[in-house]
């Protein structure tokens, strides 16, 4: 897989050096790719024991990342439709479409990094909280 990654990458430097194309969003995407793909290792890797404890501490990490996923992205989406950001005296002038742009870009770009980040975290809470109580 980081083979064929390296080889698309080459790819992409060759034709843009031929072409004269945008190599900048290429390689910003092959980065995301590469840290969404590191994330999900490292958040759904296993642990030294794994037994129905731990998988039932995972299916509540997941439960409650859900939850709070739905909540951010309602509230973001709802700041985007109806335009709230522009209560805001800061943003309320002309040619801030930009914060639009970059609101979109941040759904596209930064909510599955966040939601991998999310579970990881919150299953450390709840693996911290279950050793300390002794139940592992």
């Given at each position: 897989l980081l083979f064929a990654m390296l080889t698309w990458v080459a790819k992409v430097?060759?034709?843009y050096l031929a072409f004269d194309i945008d190599v900048t969003w290429?390689?910003?995407k092959?980065?995301?790719?590469?840290?969404?793909?590191s994330l999900f290792f490292i958040a759904f890797s296993k642990e030294k024991v794994e037994d129905e404890m731990i998988s039932s501490l995972r299916l509540k990490a997941v439960g409650i990342t859900g939850y709070v996923f739905?909540?951010?992205f309602i509230l973001l989406?709802?700041?985007?439709?109806?335009?709230?950001?522009?209560?805001?005296?800061m943003f309320n002038r002309d040619g801030f479409d930009m914060l639009e742009l970059f609101m979109s870009e941040f759904f596209l770009i930064m909510l599955p990094v966040l939601i991998v980040t999310l579970?990881?975290?919150i299953f450390r809470v709840i693996l911290g909280r279950s050793r300390k109580e002794g139940n592992i």
């Open positions: 430097i060759v034709t290429y390689m910003t092959t980065i995301h790719f590469l840290l969404l793909l739905f909540i951010v989406s709802m700041i985007l439709e109806l335009r709230l950001y522009t209560l805001v005296p579970y990881y975290t």
